[in-house]
């Protein structure tokens, strides 16, 4: 389980996530973050979410930021190495590629699993992964089922809240 605490999250220089009770990513669920744009989600992903995962050595992290095609340059260079021939058209090859890969880790270390997906085209790619794993995701028109909801909502323009729906 990863653990975030209550407080205030400083993200940028003029902005702050205020986290009002501590919050509990568990595997085998997922986790859908909402609110307007600019209200913080990606922020939380990538300054609150991200480095909480990756302090612990027995965890791995999938993130997919938001604008994937930056990514797929370097999962096409990263097959073209270690599975030649292995063709990454667009963003489910690179996801499908991405949970193979992870998968073979896994196999040889155990830990748990955490995939952090910022507007990502292809959730169902995703859901394919046949590990535990906790899906943590920003999508403004799509939204699995039985995902628990953490809501982004600004206080003001430089802090915004997060409140659980759990």
């Given amino acids: ?3 975030i605490a209550p407080g205030l999250y400083q993200v940028w ?4 996530l205020n986290v009002s009770h501590e919050l509990n990513f568990e595997l085998a669920l997922s986790y859908r973050l909402i609110g ?19 302090a612990s050595k027995d965890k ?11 990514q797929l340059y370097a999962i096409q260079a990263h097959a ?11 963003e489910q090859d690179a ?17 748990d699993i955490y995939v952090l997906a910022d507007e990502s085209t292809d959730l169902a790619a995703l859901q394919e992964l ?18 628990r909801e953490l809501q982004f909502s600004a206080l003001g323009p430089e802090v915004s809240e997060v409140i659980a729906d759990v």
Avoid: W
């Fill in 1 to 3: 389980m990863l653990r």
């Fill in 13 to 16: 220089p003029r902005f702050a």
């Fill in 36 to 54: 307007e744009n600019g209200s913080g989600k990606s922020s939380f992903l990538h300054h609150v979410l991200l480095p909480a995962i990756t």
């Fill in 60 to 70: 791995y992290v999938l993130y997919l930021q938001q604008q994937m095609y930056l």
């Fill in 80 to 90: 073209a190495i270690h599975s030649p021939g292995r063709r990454i058209a667009g």
């Fill in 95 to 111: 996801i499908r590629y991405l949970c193979d890969d992870l998968k073979k880790s896994h196999r040889m270390q155990p830990r």
């Fill in 130 to 147: 046949s590990l535990p794993h906790c899906l943590i995701y920003i999508a403004h028109h799509e939204s699995l089922p039985n995902s």
